[in-house]
């Protein structure tokens, strides 16, 4: 039986006055391949930002791998974690410098920059190789969000946190991404997936599709995911 990995249980948020989340409930198991679907605005992109510590809750329990999450804990959990945000520019960093920064970090420090991924990665979604040397303004919204996801999968994360991870992509790049990243024959899935996203390309090979609705969590769907 697959155990859970994330437990939400009647989480309330608030950012002033604005009421985000509203005694939300949900479970992410491990090895699943989440999506969270809604209209704009009903707390979508919130509830990933929670995951990863970047939204305080007032009332609610919050779980992971069974034990109450502390902020202690939260760097922990980001260091198991990838995240694949909407579109960015990352100013004048060059292409190259943008995939290379996080291996700059303490929690990484002692890992080898995985070149070859970085090559195989920028063939599989498209991009010529050239592109590596650029800086990233000069770069489509299309470049810059393959770069995104380069970005976090050569990190070989346990856990990816993808908000909106098809966005800018033109049909062939959105294809490679979702078969990139939800095929399970490929050899960049990560083992857990949550996302959001208004893309049914996306959506339709996800193994489960939850609706959020003001903040609220009100349907579930399994799904059977099969690729030829």
């Excluded at 859970?4 to 009647?10: K, R, S, V």
């Excluded at 393959?146 to 994360?157: C, F, G, H, T, Y």
Aim: net charge negative; hydrophobic share 40%.
């Amino acid at each position: 039986m697959t155990s859970p990995l994330f437990e939400l249980a009647d989480i309330s948020a608030s950012l002033g006055t604005e009421h985000i989340l509203d005694q939300l409930t949900l479970t992410v198991n491990r090895g699943e391949s989440l999506v969270v679907t809604g209209p704009s605005g009903c707390g979508k992109s919130s509830s990933l930002k929670l995951l990863l510590g970047g939204l305080p809750w007032q009332s609610g329990r919050y779980l992971y791998k069974g034990e109450e999450v502390t902020p202690a804990m939260l760097p922990d959990i980001r260091s198991h974690c990838g995240y694949i945000g909407q579109e960015s520019s990352f100013g004048r960093a060059i292409a190259r410098q943008v995939l290379m920064r996080p291996f700059q970090f303490s929690v990484y420090k002692d890992r080898i920059f995985p070149e070859e991924a970085m090559y195989a990665l920028l063939t599989r979604l498209g991009m010529a190789h050239e592109l590596l040397d650029k800086p990233m303004q000069n770069l489509s919204g299309g470049q810059r969000q393959r770069i995104n996801i380069i970005r976090a999968l050569l990190l070989e994360p346990e856990i990816l946190i993808a908000d909106e991870p098809t966005s800018a992509l033109d049909d062939e790049a959105a294809q490679s991404a979702v078969e990139l990243l939800l095929n399970e024959n490929s050899d960049f899935k990560p083992r857990t997936i949550i996302s959001v996203s208004h893309d049914a390309r996306w959506i339709n090979h996800c193994s489960r599709q939850v609706t959020i609705y003001h903040g609220r969590v009100v349907a579930q769907e399994e799904r059977h995911v099969h690729y030829g």
